[in-house]
């Protein structure tokens, strides 16, 4: 049931462009390629009605800091205001671009997400790019429809989002 979602469910090296196989050590790699178990989409939805009770929590605490801020500095810091329509992807460029590679419903369900090619760890940036573009697929019916499309009729289960951004969400073993 579990493929190398690189080489297919034969062993040994990844196929990747490194030669035998495996990038040189002290490259910044996360180790050895991750293993995608098939299905995971459903887990991936789960995970994410349980980020939107956590992205409302998140958006509320940063109100809270951002009134007070606003009150301590007569008004001033009542600017940040402007982030809040993005706390969404500020909770998935810190979690997701932290060491532990996952949203909080991510790690509930035994999720994390990790760079395709290499396996190795996604930075913050990635990550955000990652949940915006998440999002502007989620704004539209058709490139929603698209991208979970594309996610069902793949073996790796990655979606269209996944794909641009060379990300993989894999089970954490």
Same mark, same amino acid.
């Given at each position: 049931?579990a ?42 939805f789960m995970?994410? @009605? ?19 801020l606003?009150?301590?500095t ?5 600017? @940040? ?64 429809? @698209? ?15 996944? @794909? ?10």
């Amino acid at each position: 049931m579990a493929n190398s979602w690189q080489t297919g469910p034969q062993a040994g090296s990844y196929g990747g462009p490194y030669p035998g196989g495996y990038p040189p050590a002290g490259a910044g790699w996360g180790g050895p390629p991750v293993m995608v178990a098939h299905g995971s989409l459903s887990r991936r939805f789960m995970a994410y @009605l349980l980020d939107i009770v956590f992205i409302f929590g998140f958006s509320c605490l940063l109100w809270l800091a951002i009134s007070f801020l606003g009150v301590i500095t007569f008004g001033v810091a009542w600017v @940040l205001y402007a982030i809040l329509p993005a706390s969404g992807i500020l909770y998935s460029a810190i979690t997701v671009g932290g060491p532990r590679q996952s949203t909080l419903g991510m790690r509930m369900l035994g999720l994390r997400a990790v760079r395709a090619t290499t396996g190795g760890p996604v930075d913050w940036i990635t990550a955000a790019v990652h949940a915006l573009l998440f999002y502007v697929a989620l704004s539209t019916f058709l490139l929603w429809l @698209l991208d979970i499309g594309i996610g069902v009729l793949r073996a790796d289960r990655r979606m269209g989002h996944d @794909l641009v951004i060379d990300l993989a969400v894999v089970r954490d073993v």
